[in-house]
């Protein structure tokens, strides 16, 4: 018998995320891409930027382009609050921080229970989901990344 006891190969493989809120809807996106997760500081707006682009923030020394889920989705804009973070990421090499309404947890959920997304969720196309993951009381849309922006605009936020 294996390590895993009874469980299959397929059963046994978990997918550790990070969960935040954006709007009324909860996404996850895979741990060992998330760098950090940081309170809201205050964000230089940058002339010129794409519309879902807040601006940058001096992290350390580092300057990091700032989107807004919220913008990127197309959902109203809201206040930021003392649950508003912002989720650092990597994504094909360009560090980016991302503004969500609150962060909830660190799950572990199994690979079998996500299944394809529907072509549109609460009004955003799927293009940058990678799935949709069952949990008991809730659904969790896990989020693709490297869709999330195309090459040109990475392009860009790589030039800020």
Do not use: C
Not at 117 to 123: C, D, L, R
């Amino acid at each position: 018998m294996s390590e895993h006891g009874m469980l299959s190969e397929k059963d046994s493989t978990l997918l550790q995320l990070v969960t935040f809120h954006v709007g009324d809807e909860e996404f996850g996106v895979e741990i060992l891409k998330v760098q950090e997760i940081i309170r809201m500081m205050g964000i230089t707006r940058v002339p010129r930027a794409p519309d879902f682009v807040e601006g940058v923030i001096n992290l350390r020394g580092r300057v990091i382009p700032i989107i807004d889920l919220r913008k990127r989705f197309g959902m109203s804009s809201r206040e930021h609050d003392k649950h508003t973070r912002i989720i650092v990421v990597e994504i094909n090499n360009v560090i980016v921080g991302f503004i969500v309404d609150s962060v909830s947890e660190v799950l572990r959920i199994p690979k079998d229970t996500v299944e394809e997304p529907p072509a549109i969720i609460s009004g955003i196309e799927s293009d940058y989901f990678s799935g949709v993951g069952k949990l008991e009381d809730r659904l969790l849309i896990l989020l693709d990344l490297d869709r999330l922006l195309s090459k040109g605009e990475q392009g860009m936020l790589t030039g800020m």
